[in-house]
């Protein structure tokens, strides 16, 4: 094998790996995991997607290193996330999207290391869990 590789045959071979990749449906090294498709190391996950190294996650697709996370996308390092896109480094975030470091965080945008916000505006604990608990409620 010619360890030659031109431009051209580089960008075929490369796009076929990742027609392969997208259309990959089997998952590897899962435990427990129902109904997902393509994902990687998991346990007890179901309905879910594209998922690496995930816990006990449900209809997420794209997420690594997550655990109790429940419809969410492309989440990194993130724990008991709800409804929530692109996020990282962040627990307990509620229909919240490119947050990280963050915590506590119900319908915020952008936030970094914050705690205990609802659209982007602090509240303290007790606050947060009162409103919350009333918008919960209501968005059912």
């Known amino acids: 094998m010619s360890t030659a590789l031109s431009a051209r045959e580089f960008e075929m071979r490369f796009r076929t790996l990742i027609a392969e990749n997208r259309g990959r449906v089997d998952n590897f090294g899962c435990v427990k995991c129902t109904d997902c498709k393509g994902c990687t190391a998991c346990t007890f996950c179901t309905s879910s997607a594209k998922l690496l190294r995930c816990h006990f996650c449900s209809e997420c697709s794209g997420c690594t290193d997550c655990s109790h996370c429940t419809t969410c996308e492309n989440l990194m390092s993130c724990h008991h996330c709800t409804d929530c896109e ?11 999207v490119g ?11 952008g936030l970094a290391n914050k705690d205990f916000h609802i659209l982007n505006q602090p509240y303290s604990r007790q606050e947060y869990f009162q409103i919350t608990k009333h918008l919960l409620a209501e968005l059912r």
């Open 99 to 109: 947050c990280s470091g963050s915590s506590y965080c119900f319908g915020c945008v």
């Open 86 to 96: 692109d996020c990282s480094g962040s627990s307990y975030l509620v229909r919240s």
